[in-house]
């Protein structure tokens, strides 16, 4: 049932994942530096981190549980898990009927809760403030998002993100209004899910506005280094998501590896382009104060359900 | 000799549990032989209930009759796919519920530990027997003794004046729903006087009779499973249980409410109309959001939980009514779905959620705190607890790979694919109605992170947690074995779907089996592969992979140094447990973004106060809204009624006088 090729797709599309992912943040964070006029950290930065934090030696706070230490590994397991059933090379992934789209924001769900559980672990002022700021993010970025991807299951009439991605890859060259609602509500939540500007900084320390650094200020050495892998993994998922929703073409669909190759340098390419737009949509936004955020995200869930009713209301049935 | 049936060995069982009861009375003076013997006794008969249970699902139907009951009205008992579900239900969980208790009743609190025992198997004996009632003599026969016995469980700390009010509240609510279901089975029985479940079936009713039949079963079970807006004893009446009480009622005895309602909507009314359907599903909905948010700004551990229950009574609701829309459009293949997930997530959330309430019990008698405010960083003394209740933090906040997880994810692919209903405003309503279920699910999440977050991580609140110890043997026994559900559900849902399969195509005439056998055992798919499926041990196996193989080469690349040191916290080194949020201030959020929601009294310290106070007080606007004026209503009706009685014998004939001479006037031949 399962090809040794599809086997073996899915393996390097699991290590693409995991070697691109640092390298996607570098590039953003090198855009970000030149549009804001400072002069740009290396490109491979986030390597040389994770290499340097993999050899430090864990310094654990006298109050950490076993949660703290577990917590992780579980959140990088989860992050790859989402990179190995999101389509960006091909769509003939053994690993991708274990979770649907549905299932997928589950995975993110079951991430968000041992991040925010381990930084509620310690019992500083900071960890429970992160905590709680993350799953108010949370609970309000993952109704939209389930929105969005309800929007898309029904032009596609199936919830398997492989299903999705053919059926859009075939469609005819029209937006759909529903589409361009469920995109910008997509790039909302992405923005609040990744801790990009409007809603949180990746870049703050030491500010009262921070969310995902406050969460893991009490990490360091190897644990820290898997967090950040795994928060790196989770803008390439999120990236890959985006694209396999809204840009679905040249996404190889047998797995034979002409077509993967050919999707190979053209993945490349979105997500030059898409990190680049990224460094941009964060550099002309202003970070917004923590509630207004709500205002922020319930626009992307008012915007997905929209799209919802767009769909069910004026297109008619594929 | 007749071989015996297994509705024989399910009456047995409740004969069991009787005399476990009254054997506990004879020996009441031995509370160790209670504690060790006759509680353990109980959960080895649940765990054969439980059994029994599963192996009558895809059985044949079987019937009894018990000599018991009135002159021409006997018993009369029944055995289908619909009962068997939720004997299989109550035999389970109430075997991991007992065998914990066995371990946590103690002697010399509350009362007599003979009393106690007596009313928990009844308890126990009677939510069997609502399932097996086929008339509706014997149905509400048992439906009042289980409300009596747990009733007596509630208060059984009485000297409390709190707990003997919610008690009263509880018997309050209990009754007026009992009155609309009686009502309900006289309107379906529409005067023929025979009151056995297959006389209603052989009843036609007109749409009208049929929908007040509907209406008021949903309002009586309703009251009993905590719909709004008759949900206000749930939050009372469980902090106030002792905790495997608690955890009987919400993991069971809510779900037999839920079972009623399925009897009557989808068994005995014999059809089905499109708005009962919109009409639950608005119920559910309003129920369940106004259960989460509730649960997200207590302060109490149990009445977060019980505000918890609310809301999965909600999506229980919330299933009800979308199979019954599909149903009444002949879409079986959809409603299926919805029934299935209505199944499912009675299954997990009395796995999940008296998994929960007994972790609690375990923190209360470790601490003796209930309040949030008093907890903190029991992780450390109660690993077990801890971890245990993990499982049920993921599966109640409906991720995956738990069992909470399954029953959402077939909910939402029911929502996802109910286009097609024949009302267009119906197609636009279902999709924000699904917007609904996402908000909720993800608040949930919220609600049990602060749950968790509060009892077990942080610094400890209180310098007495320190000697909190962990669960006893079969306290722990009890909590694994609940844990073990949850993880099961959560990880072979196609298999346990084959098996329920025979109810949704008792009550519906289809069901998933097909679509589901045709892909592995270790595959859900319920519509076909291309367009959903979910593999839970895949997804499992994944997470669990590269979490081993990650922590090994990380190990054996770099090093696993590790160094113990303060908190860092930003260099702030001032770092008592007061720093830490508190209950309130992790659910200050959602105070604040939901505020119209809540009736709140706050109270804020101003620059000038010696001593400065923070408070604040949620309470629920409907209490308000409609309790009260209510109330009011009824004590004006009463001081009316004392008018009339003077207390003069003269005033008194004189009313005789009256009502007779009335009577002779209207009722002339």
Known sequence: ?318 | MMPLLAIDLLLLAAGLWAVIGLAGLLASRQPRLIARVLFPLGALVGLGVGLIGLTALGANTQTAVLAIGLPDLPFHLRLDNLAAIFILLLGFVSAGISIYAAGYFRDGEGPSPGLLNLEYHLFLASMLMVLLADDAYAFMVAWETMALSSFFLVTTNHRHEEIRQAGYLYLLIAHIGAIAILLSFGVMTSGSGDYSFAGMRAQALSPFWGSVAFLLALFGFGAKAGLLPVHVWLPEAHPAAPSPVSALMSGVMLKTAIYGLLRVSFDLVGMTLWWWGVVALAVGLATALFGVLYATVQSDMKRLLAYSSIENIGLLAVGIGLALLFHSYQMEALAALALTAVFYHCLAHAGFKSLLFLCTGSVLHATSHRSLGKLGGLIGPMPWVAWLALAGVIAGAGLPPLSGFVSEWLLLQAFLFSPGLPHSWLNMVVPVAAAAVALVAALAGFALVKFYGIIFLGQMRDPGLKEAHDAGPLEKLGLLWLAALTLLLGVLPGTLILRLDAATRQLLGKGLAERIAENGWWMLAPISPAQASYEPMIFLAIIAATLLLGRWLVHRLYHGRVRRTPAWDCGYHFQGPRAQDTAEGFSQPIRRIFEPMFRMTRHFPTIRDRAPTYSVKVEDHLWYWLYLPIARLVNALSTLITRLQGGRIAAYLMYSFVTLILLLLVARP
């Open chain 1, 1 to 318: 049932m399962i090809s040794l090729t599809g086997l073996l797709g899915q393996l390097f599309a699991i290590a693409l994942a995991l070697m691109l992912a640092p390298l996607l943040t570098g590039w953003v964070n090198q855009c970000r530096a030149w549009l804001q006029n400072r002069s740009a950290p290396p490109l491979l930065q986030p390597y040389y981190m994770l290499h340097k934090l993999f050899h430090k030696d864990v310094v654990l706070a006298e109050g950490a549980s076993s949660l703290f230490r577990a917590a992780p590994f579980i959140v990088f397991g989860c992050m790859v898990l989402a990179c190995a059933i999101i389509p960006s090379l091909s769509t003939d992934l053994p690993f991708a009927p274990a979770a649907d789209a549905l299932a997928l924001v589950g995975v993110f769900g079951l991430a968000r809760i041992f991040i925010a559980l381990a930084a509620m672990d310690i019992g500083t002022a900071f960890g429970s403030l992160g905590g709680r700021r993350e799953m108010l993010v949370g609970f309000l970025a993952e109704p939209a998002l389930l929105m969005v991807i309800f929007t898309m299951a029904m032009i596609a009439q199936s919830t398997s993100l492989a299903t999705i991605v053919e059926t859009l890859a075939h469609r005819e060259m029209i937006i759909y209004p529903s589409i361009a609602f469920a995109g910008i509500a997509f790039t909302f939540v992405s923005f609040a899910e990744n801790a990009r500007v409007p809603v949180d900084n990746p870049a703050t320390h030491l500010e009262l506005t921070m969310i995902h650094e406050a969460m893991i200020l009490e990490y360091s050495g190897r644990h820290l280094a898997l967090i950040e892998w795994a928060a790196s993994l989770k803008l390439y998922a999120y990236s890959c998501l985006g694209l396999a929703l809204f840009f679905p073409w040249g996404i190889a669909e047998r797995d034979n590896f002409l077509a993967m190759s050919a999707a190979l340098p053209l993945l490349f390419v979105k997500l030059t382009i898409g990190g680049m737009l990224l460094a941009l949509l964060e550099t002309i936004n202003a970070k917004v104060r923590i509630f207004r955020v709500p205002e922020f995200l319930g626009t992307a869930f008012l915007l997905a359900v929209l799209g919802l009713l767009v769909r069910l209301l004026l297109e008619t049935r594929v």
